[in-house]
Each structure stands twice: as structure tokens, then as C-alpha cells.
């Protein structure tokens, strides 16, 4: 039986708008495949182990404070984790974290890991509402989500975004790009959950875990949420 070990970072502080229906789909997709997933919750303190696929979710400031702080001193270990390929999903307040740093509104920056080449500035509008992107990374082509952020990330260098933004804003509210790639190192900000609406997504990085494309599974209900948001505003 095939075996994957997820890592889920600070769940007790980032886990806003049903992140955790991310890794219920995980798990779900897994086990309807015969595919063992293990998975560990990483709070405050605690060492973090290697994994095959990591994900942080999003939440307020004040919680990011704290995991900004905490994820400073597991930043060498979690670069030369994404250095041997392995797979990371961060949402909103956690993928901001993954880049270089989030700049907020009042205070000192919040230092990421810099997993990706990106950095996060607070702005002066909430963007609230539905997402729909473009994507040129997986079938059907379409990623949906629902974004709740004030702060504005700019790429740099090698990471390039995961699609354009169809309805939104995205990334920044400017460039039209929604989320970032570098490695199999993913971040979005699409909350919702993400996953379990897209399930092709899921499979991506199912995939790049395992190192094949897992079976298909029967997707009806799945692709119908999924379809249901794709192009709508509100
Ligand atoms: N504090 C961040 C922002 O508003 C993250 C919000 C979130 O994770 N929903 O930009």
C-alpha cells in the first residue's frame, strides 16, 4: 500500500473559512485509492519531521505574528524540503508567510521563509468575494475560490503565478496574477475550501507527491461545485 505524510502547520492558529476541508479532501482522495495519508499536526513548539506534502492555511494578523515568529526557526529545514521537491499549499495568511515577508498595516514586518520569491504589503482595500482563474497547470483549466485579504503580493524572480485572474483580484488587484509556483511549492488565496472544489488541483499535487498521476476517481458531484462557481462574481 502506498503511503504520503502530510504536515499541517499550525492548525490551532491558521485555519480560517474551512481551510481544513483542504486536507479532509486530501485524505479523502487518498483513501478512495487505497493510498495510506498520514497526517500531523504541527502546533507551537513542536518539531516538524519530513514530509511529503506540507499545508498552511490562512488567518488574521495577530495569528500570523506568532507563526511568522515560530516558522523562522524551522525556515533551513523547510527550504531544503522544498529543494528535494517536496509539496507545499499555503492559503492566504500561511502563503503569505512563504514568501519573504508580509508587511502589515501597523508594525514591525512579519519575516516569511521564503519559500517563494515573493513579498506582501498590506493595502488599503479589503478584496472580498469570488475567484475564478485560468490556469495552464491543470485539466479542466479553471481554479475557483472565495479571497478575503487586504495585503498585496508581488512576485519576483522564478516564481511565477499559478494562472490569471478571470474574476477578482487576486495576487495584488493589479497584474492580474492570482497565487505562486517555485518548485512544488504552491500558494493562493483562495480559501473556501480550495480543494475540494477543485479536485483536479488535488490531483496535481497528489501527482507531484507521489511521483505518478494517481487513478481517476469518479468526480460528478465534485465537478459540479466546481463548474457551479466558475465565472461568478457573486
Ligand atoms: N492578514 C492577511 C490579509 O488580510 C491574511 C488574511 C487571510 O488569511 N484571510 O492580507
Redesign the pocket.
Known amino acids: 500500500m502506498k503511503k504520503l505524510k502530510l504536515a499541517h502547520l499550525y492548525p490551532k492558529l491558521?485555519n480560517?473559512?474551512g481551510d481544513i476541508g483542504n486536507i479532509i479532501t486530501m485524505k479523502k482522495r487518498c483513501e478512495w485509492r487505497g493510498i495510506e495519508l498520514e497526517v500531523n499536526e504541527i502546533n507551537i513548539g513542536d518539531t516538524i519531521g519530513g514530509h511529503d506534502i506540507y499545508f498552511i492555511?490562512?488567518?488574521?494578523?495577530r495569528e500570523?505574528i506568532e507563526v511568522s515568529k515560530e516558522l523562522q526557526k524551522h525556515k533551513s529545514f523547510l527550504q531544503s524540503e522544498r529543494d528535494r521537491m517536496a509539496v507545499f499549499l499555503g492559503?492566504?495568511?500561511?502563503?503569505?508567510l512563504m514568501g519573504h515577508y508580509?508587511q502589515?498595516h501597523k508594525g514591525d514586518k512579519l519575516l516569511g521563509i521564503s519559500l517563494l520569491d515573493a513579498y506582501?504589503v498590506?493595502?488599503n482595500k479589503?478584496f472580498i468575494g469570488n475567484v475564478t482563474i485560468k490556469t495552464g497547470l491543470v485539466e479542466p483549466d479553471t481554479l475557483v475560490g472565495f479571497?478575503?485579504?487586504?495585503?498585496?503580493t508581488y512576485l519576483e524572480g522564478s516564481t511565477e503565478p499559478i494562472g490569471k485572474v478571470i474574476i477578482g483580484n487576486g495576487n495584488n488587484g493589479q497584474d492580474n496574477t492570482e497565487g505562486a509556483r517555485y518548485k512544488n511549492v504552491f500558494g493562493t488565496?483562495m480559501?473556501g475550501s480550495f480543494l475540494p472544489k477543485n479536485p483536479q488541483f488535488a490531483d496535481y499535487l497528489l501527482e507531484l507527491a507521489l511521483g505518478s498521476k494517481p487513478e481517476p476517481l469518479e468526480d460528478t458531484i465534485e465537478n459540479l461545485a466546481h463548474a457551479s462557481l466558475v465565472g461568478k462574481k457573486y
Open positions: 491558521l480560517i473559512y492555511g490562512g488567518g488574521q494578523d500570523q492559503i492566504c495568511g500561511g502563503y503569505q508580509y502589515p506582501t498590506a493595502g479589503r479571497e478575503n485579504h487586504s495585503g498585496l488565496y480559501h
